[in-house]
């Protein structure tokens, strides 16, 4: 089976960095993936890692380590509008074998 | 607009009615799915189709009924539901490709079901 553990809730500070964690059990992995969701919004898709290594897209960045099974998704700059779920998610191929996590709820204060 | 529109966006059932959840993607994606996501529960994956064939089926109870008539439709029928299946359904579509790399999923807004 497929399992991923990320912390429920984080609380940052505007214009501060937060790091949401990400570890996971998987059997014929290919890809960790981060999805944000705001509250009665749909999950959009942020961030792909195949390899190990960093991804950054503007103030968002994602890494992985395939040997530790483990990632994390680096938001800078915090901005209010950041308050929102995010969702780590495992591949085993293409889209159809995807299993999320719990979500981490973050809130960004003034 | 992720280009996935569902439909309604919220429903009330009794346990004995019969209603049909709608999702139309606008993509042009070979594939589509039909989530579920409880509170404090990650979101589960219920049903896949892929090139309008089910590929995909966790073991979902049979009240939960699924069709897809073609690659830009998909429809959930939901009947003798049980309260417990109060949940946000949400549709997603990708465009899965032979060499399995990942593709990013869009999902729609979601149904909120409540069922009485």
């Known amino acids: 089976g497929q399992s991923l553990e990320q912390p429920s809730e984080v609380t940052a500070v505007e214009g501060a960095i937060v790091q949401i964690n990400c570890t996971y059990q998987?059997?014929?992995?290919?890809?960790l993936s981060w999805y944000q969701q705001h509250d009665g919004g749909a999950p959009t898709f942020l961030s792909y890692?195949?390899?190990?290594g960093l991804e950054e897209t503007g103030r968002f960045s994602s890494f992985l380590s395939r040997s530790d099974s483990y990632g994390y998704l680096l938001l800078q700059e915090l901005q209010m509008k950041d308050s929102a779920s995010y969702f780590c998610?495992?591949?085993?191929?293409?889209?159809?074998?995807?299993?999320f996590g719990t979500g981490t709820k973050l809130q960004v204060i003034p | 607009e992720t280009g996935v529109t569902q439909t309604p966006r919220h429903l009330v059932m009794g346990m004995t009615n019969k209603k049909s959840l709608k999702c139309e993607q606008h993509?042009?994606?070979?594939?589509m799915y039909w989530y579920k996501q409880s509170a404090k529960k990650p979101l589960e994956l219920m049903f896949v189709?892929?090139?309008?064939?089910?590929?995909e089926n966790n073991s979902v109870p049979s009240r939960f009924s699924p069709e897809c008539p073609n690659s830009s439709h998909l429809f959930l029928h939901l009947h003798t539901l049980q309260p417990e299946d109060s949940a946000l359904y949400l549709c997603?579509?990708?465009?899965?490709?032979?060499?399995?790399?990942?593709?990013?999923?869009?999902f729609g807004q979601g149904t909120r079901l409540t069922v009485v």
């Open positions: 997603a579509s990708s465009q899965d490709r032979a060499d399995r790399t990942n593709t990013e999923a869009f």
């Open positions: 998987t059997s014929g992995f290919y890809g």
């Open positions: 890692n195949a390899l190990d």
């Open positions: 998610a495992v591949g085993s191929g293409g889209y159809q074998k995807v299993t």
């Open positions: 993509l042009g994606h070979n594939a």
């Open positions: 189709y892929s090139l309008e064939e089910r590929v």
